[in-house]
């Protein structure tokens, strides 16, 4: 079965740039996507088809894929940006979650 | 605005069976795949599986086929995730969302369903 890894956590100080990582076989062929899910909350789509941002979602959010790796950014990232962030794509019909990521604002 | 409304919270004994909903508004409910993910006590995200409306087209992840049923009744726009007879293991929060563009748009609030004895 296909998988999606990522690294359990990141730390970044606010202001600074935050990366997260998505690893699965051949990814960049296919679409990933980017949920950010706040403790007690649902998750919220925070990057559709690899780069592209839904309606409401700040510019400091960008989303890139390429060979194994997807990757999500947070530019100037801030307090309320702390989350748990999990990729997900499609593959053979089936739906694939990453792992999560847990991102700490320090 | 588009909307899902999911069934309240759960509170079932092993071997009891379960069917919660979700309620969708705002958009053409037969347009759309609905999906359903379990997110148990402090870990991921889990896709379970996901259903067409407009014909019942319906798609299990290998880990949920044959554990859980999904269905909908278009006609009051609602999604439905049961099962027959219920584990300790399925305790977990439930979410339905809607798919597009290969991704899951708009989420409802979830569902918890404690299964205990």
């Known amino acids: 079965s296909y998988e999606l890894t990522q690294p359990p956590s990141v730390s970044v100080s606010p202001g600074q740039t935050a990366s997260i990582t998505c690893s699965g076989d051949?990814?960049?062929?296919?679409?990933a996507c980017w949920y950010q899910q706040k403790p007690g909350q649902s998750p919220v789509l925070v990057i559709y088809?690899?780069?592209k941002r839904p309606s409401g979602i700040p510019e400091r959010f960008s989303g890139s894929n390429s060979g194994n790796t997807a990757t999500l950014t947070i530019s100037g990232t801030q307090a309320m940006d702390e989350a748990d962030y999990y990729c997900?794509?499609?593959?053979?019909?089936?739906?694939?979650f990453g792992t999560g990521t847990k991102v700490t604002v320090l | 605005e588009v909307q899902l409304v999911q069934s309240g919270a759960e509170v079932k004994k092993p071997g009891e069976s379960l069917k919660i909903s979700c309620k969708g508004s705002?958009?053409?409910?037969?347009?759309?795949?609905i999906g359903w993910v379990r997110q148990m006590p402090g870990k991921g995200l889990e896709w379970m599986g996901i259903?067409?409306?407009?014909?019942?087209?319906?798609r299990y992840s290998p880990s949920f086929q044959g554990q859980v049923t999904i269905s909908a009744d278009k006609s009051i726009s609602t999604a439905y995730l049961q099962w027959s007879s219920l584990k300790a293991s399925d305790t977990a929060m439930y979410y339905c969302?809607?798919?597009?563009?290969?991704?899951?748009?708009?989420w409802g609030q979830g569902t918890l369903v404690t299964v205990s004895s």
């Open positions: 969302a809607r798919r597009r563009l290969s991704a899951f748009d708009y």
């Open positions: 705002g958009y053409s409910f037969t347009s759309y795949w």
């Open positions: 259903i067409y409306p407009g014909d019942s087209d319906t």
């Open positions: 051949k990814l960049g062929d296919k679409y």
């Open positions: 088809q690899d780069s």
């Open positions: 997900q794509a499609w593959d053979s019909s089936l739906y694939v």
